[in-house]
């Protein structure tokens, strides 16, 4: 007890008296780096919030576009009805685009200013049409000589049949974007500006600088290490590589400087103080309490579990009791869970045991039905109900197995053609036409075949029940933009109670009269094994979408 007490109060005293040295050499010092710390951290804050805000506004007017380019009056129309859809999404949305642009792979482009002609800076497009680009951004740019103003030009290709037909293209005023900007960056910094790769002054705090360079104006190209003077300078990259600066007057940055240092150094040597005064009875009254601590420890390592700690001491002191009670629990949880373990392994053998006497039972009633008898009827019922116990058995023996993968390099193409085909003949007499939209460069990976073929054929058999009689079960799998694998099965079918589809995956959920709910269960616990997700989804138009991700990494590809 005595030595403990001991212990405590040097760990109270060395340690003050250690602090107390170095504040009165380092306090300066530390309060000064500390503030100025925490006020550029919270200027790169309110920077990163503008710079994700700008970027997250620039990629909404991407995805507009893109959105335009994907619509029939754009891949498979006339150049007049072309036009004439592309004035009309100009009159919509006029308050963003200065004009929309069609060129074709001549290089002849038209506006919705009704400007057309030949463009010059073929470069803006070129890569479009020789080498497959997603798409462009450029600013400050004046596509037209006769054109007055700068502008920010978008532009996206548009495909039909695999083969880019044109490219579209919008362009924002700056002015319009400078209003946008200010909305996002107003009063956060003395200055502040929009860089693009060239560095080339997009939107300035002072309009006479856009369209000017940087290294001109201010005699050096921004980056994150850049230092100007008696101003401090932030600086952000957004995604399409343009860059926001912020330029703010150091002595506006640490205004409060001093105020907080006089507050810092009352604090702490009012601190140390209280800390000497009461360091000796704060090491009689955490004395106890850790030696009861102790004892309660030594006691569970014994094996006793049976403990529980009630102290009335410091906060941190029943912090750490209540600590030791979690893991006493914990430990108790541990040895219940052993015992469940058990129970799963005596319920899977229980299973084994049921089947034998039901398999039995149908040979027997089905040596009888041979015979011809009058009871074939109540045979025949007797059968089906032995098929439904046999089925739940089976379910219920798939549960209590461990998730054991077996492994192999397999093509996702090939599985899913031959599950597709497998189900071909009941689709057929379903008056069902099955359809398939496989991605021909999905690469081989390693997953358990056995396993995701199952999960496949329980999903186009529920497809299949849920259609009926005629309708359309679509099968497609794709490579997304991150690499992932997805598998989707749209059907035509019911699709799913909306107020019951959050517990399709549920265990012994099911909606089916003669269903025990395992199916889907079993088939979202496989896919989480391998770490592959399955979603389910009510279509618009009517029927169901069941959409699997795999993740792909070096490793499940086997490089």
């Known amino acids: 007890m005595r030595r403990i007490r001991n212990q405590v109060l040097l760990l109270i005293l060395v340690p003050t008296t250690l602090i107390y040295s170095a504040m009165v050499g380092l ?29 997250d506004w620039l990629v909404s007017r991407i995805a507009d576009l893109v959105l335009l380019s994907r619509t029939k009056n754009l891949r498979d129309a006339e150049i007049g009805e072309i036009q004439t859809f592309l004035k009309e999404e100009q009159y919509r949305l006029a308050f963003v685009y200065e004009k929309y642009w069609y060129i074709d792979r001549d290089y002849r482009y038209w506006n919705t200013n009704d400007q057309k002609g030949i463009l010059n800076q073929k470069q803006l497009i070129q890569d479009f049409f020789e080498e497959g680009r997603l798409l462009k951004y450029v600013a400050p740019i004046q596509l037209l000589p006769r054109d007055s103003n700068f502008s920010i ?9 695999e083969e880019v037909k044109a490219v579209v293209g919008a362009t924002i005023s700056i002015d319009a974007f400078k209003r946008v900007f200010e909305n996002f960056t107003k009063d956060i910094f003395d200055e502040i500006m929009l860089v693009n790769p060239q560095g080339v002054f997009i939107t300035h705090t002072d309009s006479n600088l856009v ?29 399409n590589s343009w860059k926001m600066v912020g330029v703010i007057n150091n002595q506006l940055l640490y205004q409060p400087l001093n105020q907080i240092n006089r507050f810092a150094i009352g604090f702490f040597l009012i601190t140390f103080i209280i800390i000497a005064f009461v360091s000796i009875g704060i090491s009689q009254i955490i004395a106890k309490p850790i030696n009861t601590l102790t004892n309660k420890v030594k006691r569970l390592m014994r094996g006793d579990f049976n403990q529980e700690i009630s102290l009335n001491a410091t906060e941190e002191l029943n912090s ?11 430990f108790l949880k541990i040895r219940t869970d052993d015992r469940f373990i058990l129970l799963g392994r005596l319920s899977a053998r229980m299973a084994h045991e049921i089947r034998r006497p039901l398999h039995l039972i149908q040979l027997i009633v089905q ?8 009871e074939e009827k109540e045979l025949d019922l007797i059968t089906e109900a032995i098929e439904q116990a046999d089925r739940f058995i089976k379910e219920i023996l798939e549960v209590a197995k461990p998730d054991q ?3 192999s390099l397999q093509s996702m193409t090939g599985l899913l053609s031959e599950t597709i085909e ?26 358990d075949l056995f396993k995701i073929e199952q999960v496949f054929s329980n999903i186009i058999f529920n497809a299949l029940e849920s259609i009926g009689n005629q309708g359309v079960l679509e099968v497609k799998l794709l490579l997304s933009i991150s690499g992932d694998i997805i598998i989707e099965f749209i059907d035509s079918g019911a699709g799913f109670d909306s107020e019951i589809i959050d517990k399709v995956f549920d265990p012994y959920f099911t909606t089916k009269e003669n269903g025990t709910g395992l199916g889907l269960s079993i088939c979202s616990r496989m896919l989480m094994a391998h770490g592959a997700k399955i979603e389910v989804f009510n279509r618009l138009e009517g029927g169901a979408l069941v959409k699997i991700t795999f993740p792909i990494t070096l490793s499940n590809l086997g490089n």
């Open 405 to 407: 993968l077996s492994l």
């Open 153 to 161: 030009f978008i532009a996206v290709p548009v495909v039909q049949q």
């Open 27 to 55: 306090g300066y010092f530390y309060f000064n780096s500390t503030y100025k710390i925490e006020r550029t951290d919270r200027k790169h804050l309110e920077l990163d919030k503008a710079s994700r805000a700008i970027n």
């Open 367 to 374: 040596n009888l039905k041979q015979k011809k008898n009058n």
């Open 422 to 447: 497998k189900f071909e003949i009941e689709a057929k007499q379903r008056n069902v036409l099955m359809k398939k939209d496989l991605q021909s460069d999905v690469p081989p990976f390693y997953f």
């Open 320 to 330: 750490l009791a209540l600590a030791f009670n979690q893991l006493n629990h914990r």
């Open 211 to 239: 369209g000017k360079n940087e290294e001109t104006r201010y005699g050096q190209v921004f980056t994150s290490d850049s230092e100007m003077g008696p101003d401090q300078v932030f600086v952000a990259t957004l995604r």
